[in-house]
Every structure is written in structure tokens, then in C-alpha cells.
């Protein structure tokens, strides 16, 4: 079945960062990703733009409402996302667990409702 | 590394951990004091060389640190402008002149008032200079996240008022429990990457403490625990795949650390005082004797787990009992006690699972054995334990 783990974490964490400072953070995220694939579970990633760039936009009710900003003001904010193909919510669990974005925010488990297909 | 460079690094180490307690006992200000002393090393680096090393080498660094925090104290309106720094005589031979006072600084990174997650980061970064890029490289966190946080944490010390002291004796078993469990996770953490040296680490820390608190037979047992394992290293993982205990070629063990153990162990014991990591020491203990024996006494085992149980029930203990029942009274007395430890654990704990492969192969029930094996890889996230059990499943017969 596949996973999608929401990465909720708080971006003042990762303000003023040097490049040296990414170059770090993206090896630590590279160790996951590399389990992730050696165990034949890995389906995607992606790591997302800052909050303050998100644009959020409805034509619920009939009219286009274009907001400059995220759907929701929160302290932790996505940040970003795997999708994992994993036989159950155990399996799921034992992956976000060793995921970096849990041990300093929160990472949202959640099955996909398509199937594993 | 050779035996010699080993030797400077620790020398080095030592002088580091020491020359940081000392500083930041002062000033309580232990961001401040790293910086003075990063910066005492680095005109180290330049002035030895060309000069020669100094003749008290603590002496020389303490100096161009004292003189960094007297400078940046003249710019702090806010702090004294007498340095609370004792100057040293760089001349003096004897290079024992200031005390040691790193199980204070121990005490403050295991401060309650600290997040528990932060003392072993704080504990590697200011009594073994490790930077903090390099610790959450190890521990798989956000390199960014765990400076900020640690950053957060000195200032919480200074500004909190964190005191650099002993505890009196009845908080001092709290908090000398807590800095051992910090060591602990260390160790616990390297156990199956032996190349990334944190084994070292977790034992040089150990030994300290043992010596800074030598009549606790707990952290005696830690230190045996630490260097017990520790000796394991080189024969755990081959081809990058685990091994365990019991299939580990003997050979590949460590007899300078296995006696080391042994020595601080039989030195726990005589201190009268049972405790959880003596325990799991002993039960390393009894592993090792299979290097003269040739066979592991189970029963030996089965009593230690027993009474591990009863101080530390934790959910890998539970099912470390269960595979000595296996070898004692055969599988299905350790399947039917897995079943037991599921309804405490729940499904979703991976050695339950592995344990339970075992038992299943050992009893030729095909459709457990793959069901089970399935199971254990879908939980694992290590992968030296996802390439054993790949090659043990492969090495089945077809589910018929």
C-alpha cells in the first residue's frame, strides 16, 4: 500500500542557513533516502518552497479566490513529502520514525485511498 | 589510525574536554568559552609549529582562552570586567595545576532542565569537541534544527542559571543516571555502524565516568557494557550484513576490550549494588565466554533475563528472553513466548518478528517462516539487518 508522509516542521528552524548549512541538511535527508531505496520502498519526494511563497486558490462557490499565502497560518508548515510503497500502517510507521523531519517536527502518516497501484 | 595518532587525539581530547569544563565552570557561559578555546587552538596551530610545543601545553591554551573571554568581557558592559579566570603560569612543569571538572559540565548537559533528547548532543560536543554537523549526521537529524537547538540550550544554561556543580547525594543518583543513559544512546546508536566511531566515543565517555564516579557500580557496569559490545565491532557486520552473536567468528573479537569489561564488571560487582546495565553486561559477558568454550550457556543466559526483566522490561528484552527459551525448550516455547510479548508490544516491533522467522524455520512451518520474514523486513529500516534477512529468506525453499 502506498504512504504519503506530510514533513510539518517549523521554517524558523531553517532560517539564515549557508550553503554549507543545506550541503549538511541534504546529506542527512540523502542517508534516509538511500535506505528508503535500498529497501525497495521509496516512490517519491519532493522538498517545497517556503510557506511564504505558496499561493492558494478555490472556485468553490463559483468565483476563482486567489490567496497570496498558505490555506492555513500554522507555526510548523509543510515543508515536504515522501510516498512510500509499504505493506502496512506498522511498516509505514517504522519508516517515518527514522525520518529526520520527526525528530525535530511532526511527519503525518496517511494511506493512500487508491490502492498501491 | 595508528596507535600513536590515536594516543595524541585522546591527549588532545582530553585537554579539550578538561580546559572546556574548567572555562565554562567560570563563566557559565559555555558558547562563550568554546569559542574562546577554538580560537586558543587555532593560534596553537600557528604559534607550535614555529615556537615549539610549550612546556605545559593546558597552561599556554588556558591562557590565550583566558585573554579571549577577558576581551570580550571589556566589550559586555553587562558582565564584570574582573575575569573570574585564574591565570596560569605557562611555565609550570606540573600540568595537573587545575582540577578537573568535566563530571560538572557532565551534570549540566544532563541537567533536567535540558530537553532529555539534547544531553547526549551536548554531552559529545562539549566534553569530546564534537561540531554539531557531524553529531546529527549520526544521529540522522536536521544539521540545522540540532545547532539552533543546542545554541538555544547554552544559552538556556548560562541565562538559566544551570549551576556547574556535583549534585548533593540525594539527586546525584538521578542525575548520574541520566548522563549514563546519554552514553547509553550512544552506544545504542553505533552499535551497527562500527565505521563511524561512535563505539569509541561511547566507551571513551564511559571510562570517564567510571573514573569521576568510581564507587558506582552502574556506570562501572556501562563502561563493561559499552567495551563488551564494542568488541563485537569488527565481527557484527560482514559484507555489510549482519551477523549475530552466535554466528560471529571469535576471532574477530576484541581481547584487550573483552578483558577490560570483564575487569570493570568483577569491580561493579564488588560494590554489592545489582543494576540494569551490570545485567546486560553480564549477559555480553556470558556471550564472550563462547571464545573459550566454544558454546554459549543458555541457562546462564535465561537467569540474567530474568532478572533483567524484573528491573528493565523493555519490549527487546522481552523478546531476547524469548530466543533463550527457544534454545532451551525448543521453538514453539519461543513462538508461544512471542505471542505473549505481541500483546504487549503490539505487531509493529521488527526483532518480534525476526525471532519469530527464526523459530518458524526451525520448525520447518514454510508458510510462518515467509509470512514472518515478510513481516521483518516490511518493519526493518537498518540495512545491515535488511541485507541478512533478505539472505536468510532467499536461502529458503519455495512456499509450497
Redesign the interface.
Known sequence: MRYTFLLY?DPA??AH?TPD?WA??K??YG??IG?LH??GVFVDTDWLQPVQTATTLSVKGGSKQVQDGPFADTKETLGGYFVID??????A???A??C??A??GKVEIRASAMGGE | MTQAARAAEMAARTSYGRLLAFLSARTHDIALAEDALSTAFARALTHWPAKGVPDNPDAWLLSVARNHLTDHQRRQTRFPTQSEIPDMPDTDADDSTFPDERLALLMVCAHPAIAADLHTPLMLQTVLGIDAKTIARLFMVSPAVLAKRLVRAKAKIRDAGIPFQIPDTDQLPFRSTAIAEAIYAVHAHDWLDPSDGMGEEALYLADLLAQLLPDDPEIKGLAALIALSHARAQARVQNRSLVPTPQQDVTLWDDRLIAYGNRQLTLAHSLGQWGRFQIEAAIEAVHMTRKDSGQTDWTALNKLYHALLQLAPTAGAMVAQAVVTARLHGAQAGLEALDRVEAQTGSGFQPLWAARADFALELADLKLENCCFDKAISLTTDLAVLRFLRQKRDNLPADP
Do not use: G, I
Open positions: 516542521t528552524d531553517l542557513m548549512d549538511a541538511e546529506e542527512v542517508a534516509y535506505a535500498e529497501a509499504v505493506p502496512d500502517l506498522d511498516a510507521m517504522a519508516w520514525e527514522k529526520p523531519a525528530k525535530t
